[in-house]
Nanobody
Framework: QVQLVESGGGLVQAGGSLRLSCAAS????????MAWYRQAPGKQRELVASVTGGGNTNYADSVKGRFTISRDNAKNTMSLQMNSLKPEDTAVYYC?????????????WGQGTQVTVSS
């Protein structure tokens, strides 16, 4: 099967930077849309940023100008560069990807990584 493994989460002070990475492995023919979601305690999971296979990106209004999503198709990886972090960015961040194999496409989620931004 396919696994999405995240790394890079941690504790950072407000105004600081953090880079999250997601690596896809397993039986992969191709990866379509990839995205980062986040979920704070007691709140609904929300889309942070997404990137298509062709490189088109989309960002939530709350992170525009601060976060940058990118992908490396050769390595089956995706990253999220987070700058000027704010306490309200504190959440569990999840990697999402649409993976094609065996003639079909499937949706996968990473295990989540905690990002905590202190005041």
């Amino acid at each position: 099967q396919v696994q999405l493994v995240e790394s890079g989460g941690g504790l950072v002070q407000a105004g600081g930077s953090l880079r999250l990475s997601c690596a896809a492995s397993g039986n992969i023919f191709s990866i379509g849309r990839m995205a980062w979601y986040r979920q704070a305690p007691g709140k609904q999971r929300e889309l942070v940023a997404s990137v298509t296979g062709g490189g088109n990106t989309n960002y939530a209004d709350s992170v525009k100008g601060r976060f940058t999503i990118s992908r490396d198709n050769a390595k089956n990886t995706m990253s999220l560069q987070m700058n000027s972090l704010k306490p309200e960015d504190t959440a569990v961040y999840y990697c999402y990807a649409v993976v094609s194999y065996s003639g079909s496409s499937f949706q996968y989620w990473g295990q989540g990584t905690q990002v905590t931004v202190s005041s």
